[in-house]
């Protein structure tokens, strides 16, 4: 029997038998010696067209930076049309996170005012007492010191917060709000009330408020020459 030839060299990977560093196949399983590796996968975004095929090498540095700047641009272009959006949505949300706190004005200026009872008692604190228009249209003007985030307001209507003083005189059922800010803007919010005594909450979230004006509209119970009235007007700003 043949002594077996001793080979030093590198050993097969299917069954280990030592082969000289020229050949290409086993001299005992005839299996590959330097086998072709396997293509790399292909990352996610290389998977879908038009970066499906294969490039060459270092070309897909120049594809995943342009991928990325259309991905940014994208990003871009969606911020500067939602922008408005996004601002009133971040207001909103700290609106609702914040604790409101009232803000008095400094002047009060209306139209027209019944005799004893001026529009300052409107904002007195006081809901015994009103102020006093002769019907609708009649509008008051708020004034305040520095510009502010409006995010309520609080009508008392009527002659008083006590049901049985409440309907003593007319009532507007409806008030539009005209809130001007420091860039010289105007917001437009119409205010509708319950025809029952009491405090009743308007979320208006407007920034930079530096006037507000009411004017009345659609009086209820003016018969028996009854005049409107406006127990208590409150503001709050965030806090």
Not at 104 to 117: F, K, N
């Amino acid at each position: 029997m043949p002594l077996e030839e001793v080979v030093a060299g590198v050993p097969c990977p299917a069954c280990g038998t030592p082969n000289a560093p020229d050949r290409r196949f086993c001299r005992r399983c005839a299996a590959p010696l330097t086998p072709t590796a396997a293509p790399a996968a292909l990352p996610w975004w290389r998977t879908v067209w038009p970066f499906r095929r294969r490039v060459r090498t270092g070309s897909g540095r120049a594809v995943r930076f342009l991928t990325v700047l259309v991905v940014v641009l994208a990003l871009c272009a969606a911020a500067l049309l939602l922008l408005p959006a996004g601002r009133d949505l971040v207001e909103d949300t700290r609106d609702k996170l914040g604790k409101a706190k009232p803000v008095t004005p400094t002047g009060v200026r209306a139209s027209a005012e019944v005799r004893g009872h001026p529009a300052a008692d409107a904002t007195d604190g006081l809901s015994n007492r009103y102020w006093g228009a002769p019907g609708a249209g009649a509008s008051v003007t708020y004034a305040f010191a520095k510009p502010f985030r409006l995010v309520d307001v609080i009508v008392t209507n009527g002659a008083s917060s006590a049901p049985e003083q409440y309907a003593l005189q007319g009532r507007a059922l409806r008030i539009e709000m005209e809130a001007k800010t420091k860039d010289g803007g105007t917001v437009h919010t119409s205010l509708a009330l319950s025809d029952k005594p009491g405090p009743q909450t308007f979320p208006t979230g407007i920034s930079d408020v530096t006037t507000v004006r009411l004017v009345l509209d659609s009086p209820a119970g003016l018969a028996g020459g009854r005049h409107l009235a406006l127990a208590e007007v409150e503001f709050f700003q965030r806090g």
